[in-house]
């Protein structure tokens, strides 16, 4: 991996979390500014262990490298995928019937501190064949959700709230990391990509090096542009959530994974997004702020978990 990021803006998450009040108002107006024109970030210096990340990389593979059946005992019957395993050619893009070409694991929310939330989140899968799988994937699960709400944080005090609006809103909140496994490609798609285009459905997402090259986002023109981490840096993204809530001010911007070279199709592809979702309670009524005669209100009032159950049923996940 290169050290240098390209296709997207850098920022340096040190400067909010440990610089004085000019290297934090610049941060705030660098991540603003990225996810209002972009809707993509690569952040620096954030907090979330290298070493932990790369011991996850490892259990990952690990995990799908096992026979399929030995997968398939992970794979929990209605939980529209929202905890173990989903086999390879379920999840759809909401504009697609094509699957995608993948597979993955999602690790959810466990709550400690007796929190009324913990009523809505089923048990974490765990894997025996594998059980460093699991126990590494929430160790990372909570420092990716700590990185996130400082950037949350940043992005509150750009839209003039409070620092601490969203706090409340992702405490014992509804997130999801999840280990993607895109298999070799043995044979010629049916029309299908790695992961067809598509918006998250979160507030943001947190992206750490993918073991390939291929992901795209789309620009204003239309344009596919290839995004590339560099070292030690994670991909941030705006998701559907957070647009929803800023009147289309901040960018929810369609990505995609497209499949390699034909020479390079025997390589597979692992990545690790973190989804930073609310507590399903969360009002994403566009904050009055964002919605202005230029930019007249473009959405209904909903909460959370309404429209995340509304996004699970379009892209496959819940019936």
């Known amino acids: 991996m290169s ?81 173990g395993y989903t086999a390879f050619g379920i999840e759809h893009a909401k504009q697609s019937e094509v699957a995608d070409l993948k597979e993955f694991f999602q690790i959810g929310q466990e709550v400690t501190d007796g929190d009324t939330s913990a009523e809505d989140y089923p048990p974490n899968v765990e894997v025996p064949e594998k059980p460093e799988f699991p126990q590494l994937g929430r160790e990372l699960y909570s420092s990716f959700e700590n990185a996130g709400k400082h950037l949350l944080q940043a992005i509150a005090i750009y839209l003039d709230l409070d620092e601490n609006y969203f706090d409340k809103y992702v405490h014992n909140g509804n997130s999801i990391l999840r280990a993607i496994h895109y298999p070799p490609i043995t044979k010629e798609p049916e029309s299908a990509i790695r992961a067809e285009q598509h918006e998250d ?26 995004i590339k981490a560099g070292i030690g840096a994670i991909v941030i993204n705006v998701g559907d959530m957070l647009q929803r809530l800023t009147n289309n001010y901040l960018k929810s911007t369609t990505h995609r994974v497209v499949n390699p070279p034909k020479e390079r199709w025997h390589e597979p592809r692992l990545s690790i997004p973190f989804f930073l979702h609310p507590r399903s309670e969360m009002d994403l009524t566009c904050l009055e702020k964002c919605v202005t005669p230029d930019n007249p209100l473009n959405y209904a009032p909903i909460t959370a978990g309404e429209y995340l159950d509304e996004r699970l049923r379009e892209i496959g996940l819940k019936k």
């Open 201 to 226: 459905i979160d507030l943001i997402t947190l992206l750490v090096g993918a073991s390939a090259d291929g992901l795209e986002l789309q620009d204003e023109t239309g344009t596919w542009v290839p």
């Open 3 to 83: 050290s240098v990021t390209t296709g997207i803006p850098s920022v340096d998450l040190s400067k909010f979390t440990s610089g004085d009040a000019a290297l934090k108002a610049e941060f705030v107006q660098e991540l603003g500014k990225a996810f209002h024109e972009v809707g993509f970030v690569a952040v620096t210096n954030h907090g979330v262990p290298q070493d932990l990340i790369d011991k996850f990389f490892g259990a990952a593979n690990n995990f799908f490298a096992l026979p399929t059946e030995t997968k398939l005992k992970a794979q929990i019957p209605g939980l529209a995928g929202q905890r």
